[in-house]
């Protein structure tokens, strides 16, 4: 591994996606001096923080760790941190549920919920997984706006079942009022 390649790729996702540093420390829980340090190439980041990185940019540590151009070759995941705020408005709207009480329940505080809408500034990587985790929504959504093939396939799927089941029962609702 070379650390230019590293640093390269870390600096061309920031870019594409406009996401500033400090955002993308704070998400991950990285420290900035850290950051500051792989930039400059004086340092590279342990394993752990290495596959950190590489699964929240959706890419094998292989190909961060040593694939030049990684991301000028293909966008692989557009985050939408600005939209967060409004999706974890749409969440506590849709379940009927204020701030306070999804905080309480997931032991988060809400000055950061807060200070993310004054900034428009991103949710640490526990925030987000508490949130996605209690409403049982996919981080992907959460994070970027989109859903997932798979997932889109199973919401088709249980409409199904729904519009089938419905039949079912009216069947039925007509079965027993012929018999009455």
């Not at 340092?43 to 590489?54: F, L, Y």
């Not at 985050?79 to 849709?94: A, E, H």
């Not at 989109?146 to 089938?164: C, Q, R």
């Amino acid at each position: 591994m070379t650390n230019e390649i590293f640093e390269k790729n870390i600096t061309d996702y920031l870019k594409i996606h406009n996401i500033p540093k400090q955002n993308f420390c704070d998400f991950l829980e990285l420290s900035r001096s850290s950051f500051v340090n792989w930039n400059k190439q004086k340092s590279i980041p342990n394993a752990e923080t290495v596959i950190k990185i590489a699964n929240f940019l959706k890419v094998s540590a292989e190909d961060l760790l040593y694939k030049s151009n990684l991301f000028i070759e293909k966008n692989k995941f557009t985050p939408d941190f600005n939209g967060f705020i409004k999706r974890l408005d749409i969440l506590l709207k849709l379940n009927n549920l204020k701030l306070e009480y999804l905080c309480e329940q997931i032991n988060i505080s809400q000055s950061a919920i807060s200070n993310l809408r004054k900034c428009d500034g991103i949710p640490t990587a526990d925030t987000t997984w508490k949130i996605a985790n209690y409403f049982h929504i996919s981080l992907d959504w959460l994070i970027s706006g989109k859903i997932n093939y798979e997932i889109k396939e199973e919401v088709k799927t249980i409409k199904n079942i729904k519009k089938s089941l419905l039949r079912d029962l009216n069947d039925i609702e007509e079965k027993i009022k012929s018999l009455l």
